[in-house]
């Protein structure tokens, strides 16, 4: 649907179908993500290794091997060379994605428990971590020295994010709080909740950098604007209070909130309107994590232990 | 950017130093046009290209023709290029993301300072100011050089030697004359050895116009503030002045040849630039410091314009005096007792970078302040007391008030997720023009047997790669300053709030040899 006003008359929703279903992993995938050129798409699972497949072919590629541990999150540098892994044996690992080796480039070590989340920031000379010892960590991507250690929450750190222009973090937590941070300094900007009631399991900045997407374990997903600390909209329907479930914004074709669900479907959501326009069924387990294609109308989807597959969504044309 | 939630009462200029990058011995800098990386020439010909955002090396530019000590560096408009000269009288043009040379010219003298054409990205021309004698163009394609005209003899245009011309500090006629192009490019301002600022069209090799300064003595330097409304100039009689620049912008050249036709009436060449002249720059304010009369080097404006830095020139100090564009001074910058040799404010944050004798780079910045608030997102800082009046039904039992707290933000507004806003700092971007803003950072592969430590950079960051290192706070034998108790990595394993402390000493650092 066109971004239009609620007045106007706007195409009507194509559906999302299901392409196919990606099988490799061996444990609960985690993390599925597109590359920014849309090449790529990687998985990473509690198996410990990471996949690369082919997001045109949706062939298997590569198989990233070197953790010792489950991996909880990966992400992709900007010019999709390289791919960071944040895993349960303390490091993040930096691979190379076009070589055909499959060789870990670097090992980021520092977090002294698990590290659950991860991002690049635009200019990917820079890497932030998130972690169960409650710290943020942001690495130097070309030396791997880590430049700051933020004592950022009192709880589980599940999920860090970058601004467009690198020059934010935003962090949420198992302790409630969804909190803004300079990148230069480290220092606090601002606190989005405080609410001691619902953990916040996901925290993502809008492609322009003006609003975050926060997920609650309430059911709950809330847009804000962080500047004037209000949110502007709630999206419910779905499933989430236990795992912490991703979420993005689909731009490609109207603009959409897709997120994964305990429920084993994915959720998608008109941005403006709210309401819930489509559930894709078909995985056996939660659905954990959500990716949306760059330039294609695509979306891939991965689930848990008992499900393992990754599954690709395309629109209807 | 982050602007709206930014603390707003902050001053605006750094206070201490923040940090400081060593590598080879450095002589001159200059940030990229949105001070994400700073070109910094070393003693030994090589250029250093620093990633502003991490501090650590993106690049380096070596030449093994040229070992001379770099004299200047210069960004080409949006960083694809970078100009250097050096002590051996080259102008070396480089191409930034591949790293290669571009063109290398050799003139008849060293040239103290060289700067690219700012009007566009890949320029072909340049200003060089040699060691003493009057400024040139230099077409870097063609190899080609014009010598600029820095004085207004009644006859003869060029140089000729003017027998009152008396300087008070002994130094010979020609020396270095300051130039500077205007903001697109199409003048040159000059200031010569007896106290003009001349405007000349390098084009036509004419002088168009003429500002004399009060007290007639030599003009060591002369620059631009970003916007190109402001002009600074720095004086042997040890004042800063600023003047304010009457012509517009765009198109400089065109509207100082209308103000040429209107003046054809009188006669005297000389006084005809003179008028011409008062029409394009106006003196705005004067500094300098009466008691301690010091000379100033390498004065230059705020990116934002609003404020002015001059470094002492006094060797065995390290001081950067302040000055609101209004003329008070607001801060002087004590550094550690090395003579200061070059300095530069960041385009966008209050950042300085200044360069030291013994080749150091310091960055300064404003001393960091915990925002408690923002840690509360119900609770507001206030500047002082305010009276608080309670709400009519506050302590009811049941406000009214409450049940229409919910949200008053309209929740059927649409919300724009990806337009983003323009930068306003840079208005002056041309979008088409694809701007260099960071140099891609490929990590350095671990070593197999040494993937515990981590590649040393030469910032003064401490390794910490390794999980559950303590702090080295012992004093590294290469002189690190030894109150940076806390650098930014450390694992503080008590402390319970992590920040980046800096001490805000501003009384002179000592330093550990």
Redesign the interface.
């Known amino acids: 649907m066109a971004s239009s006003g609620s007045g106007q008359a706007s195409p009507p929703y194509r559906p999302y179908r299901h392409l196919k279903t990606l099988r490799g992993h061996e444990n609960a995938v985690s993390c599925v993500k597109f590359s920014n050129d849309g090449n790529l798409l990687a998985s990473a699972s509690l198996d410990k290794t990471v996949i690369l497949w082919s997001s045109s072919a949706l062939t298997l590629l590569r198989r990233l091997v070197g953790h010792s541990e489950g991996i909880s999150d990966l992400a992709w540098s900007s010019d999709s060379h390289y791919i960071c892994s944040a895993s349960d044996d303390r490091t993040l690992r930096i691979w190379d994605a076009r070589s055909s080796a499959g060789e870990c480039v670097k090992t980021l070590k520092g977090h002294s428990n698990f590290v659950f989340c991860v991002n690049f920031n635009p200019q990917s000379n820079l890497i932030v971590s998130g972690s169960f010892d409650e710290t943020i960590r942001i690495w130097e991507v070309k030396t791997g020295k880590c430049l700051h250690v933020i004592r950022a929450h009192s709880l589980p750190v599940t999920s860090v994010h970058f601004n467009r222009d690198g020059s934010l973090i935003v962090s949420g937590s198992h302790d409630g709080s969804c909190k803004i941070w300079d990148t230069a300094s480290g220092t606090c900007l601002k606190t989005l909740l405080e609410d001691k009631t619902a953990a916040v399991s996901f925290a993502k900045f809008s492609p322009n950098g003006k609003f975050i997407l926060v997920a609650t374990l309430n059911d709950t997903l809330k847009l804000w604007n962080y500047s004037t600390g209000k949110f502007l909209k709630i999206y419910t329907g779905h499933v989430n209070n236990v795992y912490c479930v991703t979420s993005t914004f689909s731009v490609t074709n109207g603009k959409y909130i897709v997120s994964g669900s305990e429920d084993h479907c994915v959720y998608l959501w008109d941005l403006q309107q709210k309401t819930m326009v489509q559930k894709l069924g078909g995985h056996s387990d939660t659905a954990i994590s959500v990716s949306c294609h760059p330039s294609e109308n695509k979306i891939a989807s991965a689930a848990l232990g008992n499900d393992r597959t990754v599954r690709i969504w395309f629109q209807d044309t | ?2 602007a ?3 603390d707003p009462l902050q001053g605006d200029f750094p206070e201490v130093i923040e940090e400081y990058l060593e590598h080879g011995v450095m002589k001159c800098i200059a940030f990229n046009r949105r001070g ?1 990386l700073l070109a910094a020439g070393c003693s030994d010909g090589n250029c250093v290209i620093w ?1 502003f ?4 090396i ?1 690049k380096e530019l070596r030449d093994k023709d040229c070992v001379a000590a770099i004299t200047s560096v210069c960004w080409s408009k949006y960083g694809h290029r970078i100009l250097v000269s050096a002590a051996d009288k080259s102008l070396t043009l480089w191409d930034v993301v591949s790293g290669e040379k571009i063109t290398r010219t050799i003139l008849q003298q060293t040239p103290l300072q060289a700067r690219l054409h700012p009007g566009s990205s890949t320029p072909s021309l340049c200003l060089a100011c040699p060691l003493s004698s009057a400024p040139i163009i230099v077409d870097l394609n063609a190899g080609s050089t014009t010598v600029l005209p820095v004085s207004i003899p009644d006859v003869n245009p060029g140089l000729a030697p003017s027998s009152r011309n008396k300087i008070s500090d002994g130094t010979p006629p020609f020396s270095p004359t300051a130039a500077c192009f205007n903001k697109y490019g199409d003048l040159v301002y000059a200031g010569n050895s007896k106290g003009e600022i001349l405007l000349i069209d390098y084009k036509s090799v004419q002088v168009r116009a003429m500002v004399p300064v009060s007290g007639g003595s030599v003009i060591k330097n002369i620059v631009f503030s970003r916007n190109g409304q402001y002009l600074l100039t720095n004086s042997n009689d040890r004042t800063i002045r600023i003047y304010e620049n009457l012509l517009p912008s765009k198109d400089g050249l065109k509207a100082l040849g209308d103000l040429n036709v209107t003046r054809d009436g009188i006669d005297d060449s000389v006084e005809k630039l003179k008028a011409v002249g008062s029409k394009c720059l106006t003196l705005f304010r004067e500094f300098q410091d009466a008691i301690t009369k010091m000379h100033w080097k390498a004065p230059c404006f705020s990116g934002d314009g609003e404020w002015v830095i001059g470094g002492s020139a006094s060797k065995g100090e390290h001081k950067i005096y302040i000055w609101d564009r209004a003329g008070h001074l607001v801060k002087i910058l004590e550094g550690p007792k090395e003579a200061l040799i070059d300095l530069v404010w960041h385009p966008v ?1 209050p950042i300085v970078v200044s360069v030291s004798l013994t080749g150091l780079v310091y960055i300064w910045a404003k001393d ?1 302040t ?2 408690w608030s ?5 609770f507001k800082e206030l500047e002082e007391n305010e009276e608080y009046v309670e709400r009519e039904d506050e302590f009811d039992l049941i406000p009214e008030t409450e049940k229409v707290k919910e ?1 008053d ?1 309209n ?11 323009k930068d306003s700092a840079f208005s002056d971007s041309d979008m088409s023009q694809e701007e260099l ?2 140099l ?7 070593v197999p047997e040494q ?2 430590k ?2 040393e ?1 030469s910032s003064k ?1 401490v ?6 290192s303590p702090i080295s706070e012992e004093g590294r034998p290469n002189g690190r300053a030894n109150n940076h108790a806390s650098s ?5 394993a008590g402390a ?5 402390k800096r001490k805000p000493s501003e009384k002179g650092m000592e330093f550990q040899a």
């Open positions: 950017m982050n709206s939630i930014i994400t990633d955002e991490t501090r650590g993106a944050h960091y915990e925002n923002a840690f509360a997102p119900d949200s933000v929740e059927d507004d649409e919300v724009d997720i990806v337009t983003v806003e803003c960071f891609p950072a490929i990590p350095y592969p671990d993937q515990d981590c590649i950079s960051l390794d910490s790669n390794n999980s559950g930014p990595l450390e694992e503080d319970t709030r992590l920040k980046r």
